[in-house]
């Protein structure tokens, strides 16, 4: 019997010692993963926070976060009362999006401030809880900016450009024109000559030809914080027509595009098998791909006006189309897709020249899908122009050119039925029409007679 208790007592601290090991090890577990993804370095009157948190299985005790300021705490979430926008992201990760600026904690003042984040995970069936931290130091900041647009008599064409002279302040400040919905990218004056005011901005904007005449214009100015003022932009807006087309294709016109522009996108897998839904993806998917790769490049505009007047056509050419042109494409005489065109095609011989229409710098020189071999040439503020369908290039990637200056010689690469240029301008990465950035008369009147009085030359 004495053995049996002397087992029974080695098995019960044998079962202690594990059980002790194995909540000591437990306890020597990682808490859960904790990101915060917002705000950066400024919280304003509307900013959000946001965070996502892993743990394995996705299980959480508990997750809290607060704001410290001044020996207060703000609380802004807690798992217990999951308000606002919360979603499992994984099977181990859950997001989290709350309201964070003055308005959601109205005690909040401008100055310092800490956002703290506490998370907890259950270990050992549950009976243990391993927690983690994190801390993220922000900047409350509550004045908005200021923004005063300077400039006057702002007379836009549906479809067309215009160009204002503001201030805005302070300066690290975001700013430009919003039209609607779409931002245009305000650039320092100095860029223009113009350096005697630090707070001045100018910014070239436009009214796409698919946005409504009565769109809003506004002059924005953004904080880092997110604070935001705006000012009324004054201006007329003149309507213009545009055309309607229709376009026959036919299987020899499809079953020499398809494939060649299929062997430049071999990512976009478009069917050579099937000329027709071949051609149907080039003119819907790739063209929609071709176009925000086209927006994206106003990312690379230089901060300078490297344009000095107006932007010359090409010579000794005929337009087969025009900007905004909506096209009916027919096939064995049934409608099988409509685009708008967003160009204008000027017919030349085969194999001329194609010049820069202003000075600037190249940033784009290579196949372009439903533009074939394709140029755009930056010219400083968000201005770029277009220069498709070529039948070589002579430029490259980063060269600076004149205006005049060959960039290729004219062909029927890409989406081209025959020899002609396909030639746009783009404004903030939205093609526009050339027809005001060809004429003297637009120039002098809408942005040089705004930069002299601005005090510039």
Request: glycine share 10%.
């Amino acid at each position: 019997m004495g053995a049996f208790l002397r087992f029974i007592v080695v098995l019960v601290v044998l079962a202690v010692i594990v059980a002790g090991g194995a909540w000591f090890w437990a306890g020597r577990s990682t808490g859960p993963t904790i990101a915060i993804r917002q705000p950066g370095q400024f919280v304003g009157q509307n900013s959000s926070f946001e965070m996502v948190v892993e743990a394995p299985e996705g299980k959480f005790s508990s997750v809290d976060v607060i704001v410290e300021q001044g020996g207060k705490s703000f609380p802004v979430f807690t798992l217990d009362q999951p308000q606002g926008n919360i979603k499992q992201e994984s099977a181990e990760r859950i997001y989290v999006m709350r309201p964070i600026g003055k308005k959601a904690l109205p005690d909040l003042q401008a100055g310092p401030a800490r956002i703290v984040v506490n998370a907890s995970r259950p270990v050992f069936f549950g009976l243990r809880n391993v927690s983690s931290s994190t801390t993220h130091d922000v900047t409350v900041r509550l004045d908005p900016p200021q923004v005063t647009v300077l400039s006057t008599f702002h007379y836009i064409n549906h479809g067309g450009s215009e160009f204002v002279v503001y201030r805005a302040a302070p300066a690290d400040v975001e700013s430009g024109v919003r039209v609607g919905n779409i931002e245009y990218r305000g650039y320092p004056a100095s860029g223009i000559g113009l350096t005697s005011d630090p707070a001045l901005r100018v910014a070239f904007f436009a009214l796409l030809f698919d946005q409504d005449l009565n769109t809003d214009f506004q002059v924005f100015a953004r904080d880092p914080a997110g604070n935001e003022a705006l000012a009324a932009l004054d201006h007329q807006v003149f309507a213009k027509p545009y055309s309607k087309s229709r376009i026959e294709i036919d299987d020899r016109f499809i079953g020499r595009v398809v494939p060649a522009i299929a062997s430049n996108s071999p990512q976009e897998q478009i069917p050579t098998d099937d000329l027709l839904s071949g051609f149907l993806k080039i003119n819907g998917d790739l063209r929609r791909k071709n176009n925000q790769y086209i927006t994206d490049l106003a990312k690379k505009s230089a901060p300078e006006m490297l344009f000095k007047g107006a932007f010359q056509q090409l010579g000794n050419s005929q337009v087969e189309a025009r900007f905004a042109d909506t096209r009916t494409y027919v096939y064995k005489g049934k409608e099988v897709d409509r685009q708008v065109h967003l160009g204008f095609d000027l017919a030349v011989t085969a194999n001329v020249p194609i010049v820069a229409a202003e000075r600037g710098v190249i940033v784009h020189a290579s196949d372009l899908g439903i533009y074939g071999n394709c140029v755009v040439i930056d010219h400083g503020l968000g201005v770029q122009s277009l220069y498709g369908h070529l039948s070589s290039i002579g430029v490259k990637v980063g060269d600076k050119i004149e205006k005049g200056a060959e960039v290729g010689r004219s062909g029927m690469t890409g989406l081209a039925g025959g020899d002609h240029l396909h030639f746009t301008m783009l404004v903030g990465g939205q093609q526009v029409t050339p027809v005001d950035w060809w004429s003297t008369q637009w120039f002098e009147d809408r942005v040089h007679r705004k930069i002299v009085a601005a005090g510039g030359v």
